[in-house]
């Protein structure tokens, strides 16, 4: 391999980070958009983009690279989330009362 050169995993990685990245500065599109049209598009894009990603993961998981099983949140992780959530729901709802 020639010196500074990257590896297929360590492109892939990279690929990853950027797809994260750019969808991420989509979602900031959308949210500062107000034309549905605009809106639509960018939604579109973004969802292309995520697809490369989840592309780009299962290379990675094919080639022993990613444990996917780490990304799977367990049902106390997800029952912990939904009482943080109702919680805040609950102040948010007596705030706004009068």
Do not use: C
């Not at 010196?3 to 949210?31: C, F, P, R």
């Not at 989840?54 to 912990?80: P, R, S, T, Y």
């Amino acid at each position: 391999m020639a010196k500074n050169q990257l590896t297929e995993k360590e492109m892939l990685h990279d690929s990853i980070m950027t797809q994260k990245y750019v969808s991420s500065a989509y979602d900031s599109g959308i949210l500062d958009s107000v034309n549905e049209d605009v809106i639509n598009a960018l939604r579109q894009i973004q969802q292309e983009k995520q697809n490369h990603t989840k592309l780009f993961m299962e290379v990675m998981h094919n080639q022993g690279w990613l444990d996917v099983q780490g990304a799977h949140i367990n049902q106390a992780a997800k029952d912990q989330l939904n009482k943080q959530m109702a919680f805040q729901l609950e102040n948010r709802l007596n705030e706004m009362s009068p």
